[in-house]
């Protein structure tokens, strides 16, 4: 378990020295034991402020995070185990409000055991005010970083952690939906963990504490960085070679085992990258890098698959992905590199063609400018998913087929020695890809 920080530590914790401006808190004060009546309910507050030194149980304001002027909520989990109350609602809604007018990024810092019992339904209720909010502050287009504490239970997971574009998480923090006194006798404890949910893909990074102010800062410094007008440029190609003189060629070209592969392409690219990971949905696929970065001082957003076979959460991700940089205005690179999509029974049952429809659909849609440049294998639907219509690029090293050269030769009823000749047929060359008009061109080698 992590130690628990208070609200206002884990502020100091994470902004640059002396920089924080609390907000001023909204709304009355409430007396008579609350909306409902809960008995006890004032004596209970009171105790907690005397404990915390704190009169609710989130803290919220402005400060500076790697230079970056942010607006930052901090629960105090000492003070009612950081539920959320009417009281939090008004806080929260009015950081969120903050976070608009002055158009800044906001972090949350969670710690909370989920809603306030003694507030009943008007309790519940807040976490609709607070996925309003979200919603709004996304429309407006600027970053939300959540960092899960521990505990991150409840609504607070399920609004303001599930709900951010960034979703960070401390090291064996609880994180969940259920809290340890309300979940299954049975159920798998390691499920309810930083690192669990991170498996399953629903948080990006678990970072160490002492590494979360460089982690935040430089993902505050990636959102905030200029944009690129146009398009941005395909990445050099990284392998000597030339052209194919065959399309069996290209095919042993683009699966040679020495070919560079995307994490290359990527880093020789970039500056600096951080990754997003998991689809949201349950799981995570490792051939599928996302996340954003800075080529030459300008924001790039990144989905690049690693040359296995994409499965439905590689998809979702890539799709998660264009549509994050579209709202915020960053433009899209994707790399090409795969045999196709996974098509064993897992991957049906995980809904490989929703997962193909919906990156198709998140490409098409797109308003930001997307290019992309084929870097290996390009393996049918599975592959075209990823690249952008009319601004294409091709490596020497690699080939894009409607089908593989040997499946096609099954499905004509040829001996699988012909496949070398079906690949000439099928003109997957680099040079006939350009030639056809699916790619632009073929990119020089770097310098």
């Known amino acids: 378990m992590t130690t628990r920080?208070?609200?206002?530590?884990?502020?100091?914790?994470?902004?640059?020295?002396?920089?924080?401006?609390e907000l001023p808190a909204p709304g009355p004060e409430s007396s008579d034991d609350g909306p409902i009546g809960w008995a006890g309910y004032d004596a209970s507050r009171a105790r907690a402020a005397a404990r915390t030194g704190e009169s609710e149980s989130v803290v919220i304001g402005t400060a500076l995070v790697g230079g970056r002027p942010t607006t930052v909520i901090s629960f105090e989990f000492g003070f009612l185990g950081g539920s959320l109350g009417q009281r939090t609602g008004?806080?929260?809604?009015?950081?969120?409000?903050?976070?608009?007018?002055?158009?800044?990024?906001?972090?949350?810092?969670?710690?909370?055991?989920?809603?306030?019992?003694?507030?009943?339904?008007?309790?519940?209720?807040?976490?609709?005010?607070v996925a309003r909010?979200?919603?709004?502050?996304?429309?407006?287009?600027?970053?939300?970083?959540?960092?899960?504490?521990?505990?991150?239970?409840?609504?607070?997971?399920?609004?303001?952690?599930?709900?951010?574009?960034?979703?960070?998480?401390l090291p064996g923090a609880q994180v969940g939906f259920a809290g340890s006194r309300v979940r299954p006798a049975d159920a798998d404890p390691a499920a309810y963990t930083a690192e669990g949910q991170y498996g399953a893909g629903h948080v990006d990074a678990v970072v160490p504490g002492a590494e979360l102010p460089g982690t935040v800062a430089d993902w505050l410094r990636v959102l905030a960085a200029p944009r690129a007008a146009g398009p941005v440029?395909?990445?050099?190609?990284?392998?000597?070679?030339?052209?194919?003189?065959?399309?069996?060629?290209?095919?042993?070209?683009?699966?040679?085992?020495?070919?560079?592969?995307?994490?290359?392409?990527?880093?020789?690219?970039?500056?600096?990258r951080m990754p997003l990971r998991g689809d949201r949905a349950g799981a995570a696929d490792p051939g599928m890098l996302c996340g954003f970065g800075l080529r030459e001082g300008r924001a790039v957003a990144y989905a690049a698959q690693c040359g296995t076979a994409t499965r439905p959460a590689g998809y979702r991700t890539a799709a998660r992905?264009?549509?994050?940089?579209?709202?915020?205005?960053?433009?899209?690179?994707?790399?090409?590199?795969?045999?196709?999509a996974a098509n064993d029974a897992a991957a049906e049952h995980a809904g490989a063609g929703p997962a193909i429809a919906d990156a198709f659909a998140a490409l098409a849609e797109a308003s930001v400018p997307v290019t992309t440049l084929l870097i290996g294998e390009g393996g049918s639907g599975g592959a075209l998913a990823l690249a952008a219509p009319g601004n294409t690029w091709v490596t020497p090293d690699s080939y894009f087929s409607v089908i593989a050269p040997e499946l096609a030769a099954a499905?004509?009823?040829?001996?699988?020695?012909?496949?070398?000749?079906?690949?000439?047929?099928?003109?997957i060359r680099p040079q006939d890809l350009v030639a056809l008009g699916v790619a632009r061109g073929i990119v020089p080698p770097l310098r």
């Open 321 to 340: 992905v264009v549509r994050l940089a579209d709202r915020l205005g960053i433009p899209v690179l994707t790399l090409v590199d795969t045999p196709g």
């Open 133 to 169: 909010q979200c919603v709004l502050t996304r429309a407006a287009g600027l970053p939300q970083i959540a960092v899960l504490r521990d505990p991150t239970t409840g609504g607070g997971w399920a609004t303001l952690g599930a709900g951010a574009d960034v979703v960070l998480a």
């Open 411 to 427: 499905i004509l009823k040829r001996p699988v020695e012909e496949a070398p000749a079906t690949a000439d047929q099928l003109r």
């Open 90 to 129: 008004d806080r929260l809604e009015a950081a969120y409000a903050h976070a608009r007018e002055q158009r800044l990024p906001l972090v949350s810092l969670i710690a909370t055991g989920g809603s306030r019992m003694q507030e009943g339904m008007l309790a519940l209720t807040q976490l609709q005010r």
């Open 5 to 21: 920080l208070s609200a206002r530590a884990a502020i100091a914790a994470l902004i640059d020295p002396d920089s924080f401006t």
């Open 233 to 272: 440029e395909p990445p050099a190609a990284l392998a000597g070679v030339t052209p194919p003189e065959t399309g069996w060629d290209a095919v042993r070209q683009a699966r040679h085992p020495d070919r560079p592969r995307a994490e290359a392409y990527l880093d020789a690219y970039f500056e600096l």
